[in-house]
């Protein structure tokens, strides 16, 4: 996969995702976070017009330290050329985050002279 490195310095990539009720894909662009230990963190607006079901609901320590209950829900990303279902943690952010467990077993190189990213 690759993916590109914004204006801001922020390592992005484009994920197609979609329900796991099997609605059709779309492309978000998300943030690779290598300091959050979860899978995916997406904006609400973005799981409502998905339409993902909730699944569950998580504590969490934010990076602030505030602990928080927030909500899960399931949808299937393309990963690799497979289809594979993650749960989701809902947020009020603006652009979705990927974290280490979708990293994990894959090498992760950010080139920040050619604004280049790349997931092996």
């Known amino acids: 996969m690759r993916g590109q490195v914004d204006e801001a310095g922020r390592a992005l990539l484009t994920l197609s995702v979609k329900s796991v009720a099997g609605s059709d894909p779309i492309e978000l662009v998300v943030w690779v976070d290598t ?34 209950v927030l909500d899960t829900f399931g949808c299937e990303i393309s990963w ?4 594979r279902r993650v749960e989701v943690i809902a947020n009020e952010g603006r652009l979705p985050l990927l974290g280490i467990g979708l990293l994990r077993g894959r090498k992760l190189t950010v080139d920040y002279e050619t604004n280049e990213l790349e997931l092996e």
């Open 80 to 83: 690799f050329g497979q289809w």
């Open 35 to 68: 300091a959050f230990d979860g899978e995916l963190v997406v904006p609400l607006n973005a799981i409502h017009d998905l339409e993902l079901p909730q699944t569950a609901a998580v504590q969490a320590t934010l990076a602030d330290g505030t602990a928080v």
